[in-house]
């Protein structure tokens, strides 16, 4: 990948919560249009590496960059706006339970732009039909179910048409079709929308079926295993730890 | 039009060809929203699209192309969406694919009689829940009494700290302010009749019979009451209180009890300590600006306070100590699964409280007038 292909480049990153390092010389690129996956075990850091790609934590030491763009360098007006073109779904949905579902989405519009109210509102409800959810605008977050919730955490991460968008462990907590439901749908938005996105998962049918490249953080080392195509990495890896992952399996443990 | 985002309209026979130019994204300067049924001509059988000259596009291109298209398909008018980018087609299906609907307009905007309706629904509907808790409680105390009921004591004791010492600072700083301020305004009046004497009898009933046991209450109301509704609505969102209840074990003894028993207790023993220092507040301001010697209004709070004016004030504080705690776990008990909701459980712990406070204090205060106490 040359340098002009990557959206996001970051450079052995450190992440430190204080003086425990979380993970350490963590190099890899973000090809944009593409779907990356950041895989690892549980407590190895993935949501926090978000958080760092997000800009809500400075790393210990290393660089992000958006665009050949240094993101800590910048000035701090350059990254909220960095961080305009960035849309987030968190594990719940993270909305805002004293707004509707609709005032949820319009919310960035009404801040980020001068558009009208009914411009606003038009724009909202195709959002909502965007990700299935076309009637919803007046339903408060408590009304619907956790998948729908997600839905909606989508329709207003998008609602800025973001460069990238983030997710947290999507496919967390819903059922395999709800989960097929969405990943489809992250699919085809990716498609329609040109959108980078980044995934925080350890869902191994969704990290096949989305990502066309990937990271492996491990707990252990503390820093990362492997990166590239998980379909590739799950055949041709040479840690035993990633093609155990990838593979479900513990029996690779007692092969040569 | 914005200059930034323009339409050209070209007809050609029965077709006509709408050409985006410039930028249509939500970024671009506001504009009028544009009236595009104009576009079409009674010939007018098939839309087409030109986008070749379209720089940039966002939501802000397809909501207005949507409109176009909506228009386009009340005339019955042919759409060819050939000429549109690949990804705006794309959108367009997957806006138009049904997945979930919602299961009625329950949430839309209601009229005045509806919005009325709601109201009242919601007034009974809370008025039984009142009922209904109040009930629990009684049962709650009976397996207290009969020892079944499972709470934890190092709980029982840290509540009965955190609303009886702890609360204590605040209760006499308050209490000292109010029983200062009304011997100041009993001062003026009284010394116009030469009675500057009888301040101290103003401010001793007041204090014993209304002002220490309600001031003590309303502070325990935004204090404690507003933190069991807090804590409990939390323990609510993080399905605290389920994981009790689906181990058997009996929520309402476990957090309701403990916390209720506990301000019924603490609170008359605060009410004692408003009345004694806002007596104190009266007597510093009597014997420093009335030149009345302390032992003199001394001797003027005993007469006037007997023992029957404790004792009301006494009740009083008890009942207020159960409108706290019961206003504070039930807005807990029953809050909803957000963050908001725990907000407005909060907030409506304390107006309720308040309001139950006042209510019963008028109506002991005719209810002892009545019996002459």
Known sequence: MTPSDALIEVQNLTMAYGDFILQQNLTFSIKKGSIFAIMGESGCGKSTLLRHLTGLKRPATGDISFSGKNFWKSSKKERIQRMQKCGVLYQSGALWSSMSIGENIALPLQQFTDLPTKLIAEIVDLKLALVGLKGFAKYPPSAISGGMRKRAGLARAIALDPEIVFFDEPSAGLDPISSKMLDDLILELRDSLGATIVIVTHELPSIFALADDSIFLDTETRTMLATGDPNILARESKSLKVKQFLSRSVSLTNQP | ?373
């Open chain 2, 1 to 373: 039009m914005n200059p930034d985002c323009a339409l050209q309209a070209d007809h050609k026979k029965e077709t006509l060809c709408l050409t985006f130019l410039g930028s249509w994204t939500v970024h671009i300067e506001p504009c009028a929203l544009p009236d595009f049924s104009h576009l079409f001509t009674p010939q007018t059988k098939i839309l087409s699209f030109d986008t070749r000259h379209l720089i940039e596009w966002d939501s802000r291109f397809l909501v207005e192309l949507c409109r176009i298209t909506e228009i386009a398909e009340k005339q019955a008018i042919t759409i060819e969406p050939k000429g549109l980018p690949s990804g705006v087609s794309n959108l367009l299906r997957l806006s138009q694919k049904k997945t979930f609907a919602p299961p009625d307009n329950r949430y839309s905007d209601p009229g005045i009689l509806d919005g009325i309706g709601r109201h009242a629904i919601e007034f009974g509907k809370q008025s039984n829940e009142m009922l209904a808790f109040t009930g629990e409680i009684l049962l709650s105390y009976i397996r207290f009494f009969t020892g079944h009921a499972r709470y934890l004591k190092k709980d029982f004791s840290f509540f009965l700290y955190d609303c009886g010492p702890q609360a204590l600072p605040i209760v006499a700083l308050i209490s000292f302010l109010v029983g200062l301020t009304l011997a100041f305004i009993g001062a003026v009046q009284l010394k116009m009749f030469g009675a500057d004497i009888y301040v101290a009898n103003l401010v001793g009933l007041t204090m014993t019979r209304e002002m220490g046991p309600m001031m003590a209450a309303i502070i325990m109301a935004g204090r404690t009451g507003a933190s069991y509704a807090a804590q409990l609505g939390t323990m609510q969102v993080n399905e605290e209180i389920d994981a009790l209840d689906t181990m058997g074990i009996n929520s309402f003894d476990f957090l309701v009890l403990p916390r209720l028993t506990a301000l019924i207790i603490m609170m008359p023993l605060l009410a004692i300590c408003a009345d004694f220092i806002g007596i104190f507040g009266g007597f510093f301001i009597g014997c420093l600006s009335l030149d009345i010697s302390p032992a003199m209004y001394y001797e003027q709070t005993i007469k006037a306070i007997t023992l029957n004016h404790f004792l009301v004030g006494m009740i009083k504080s008890v009942v207020f100590g159960y409108l706290v705690a019961f206003c504070g776990c039930i807005k807990g008990m029953h809050c909803g699964r957000s963050a908001d909701a725990v907000g407005k459980a909060t907030t409506s712990a304390v107006v309720t409280a308040i309001v139950f406070i006042v209510i019963s204090d008028a109506g002991f205060t005719f209810f002892f007038n009545v019996l002459g106490i």
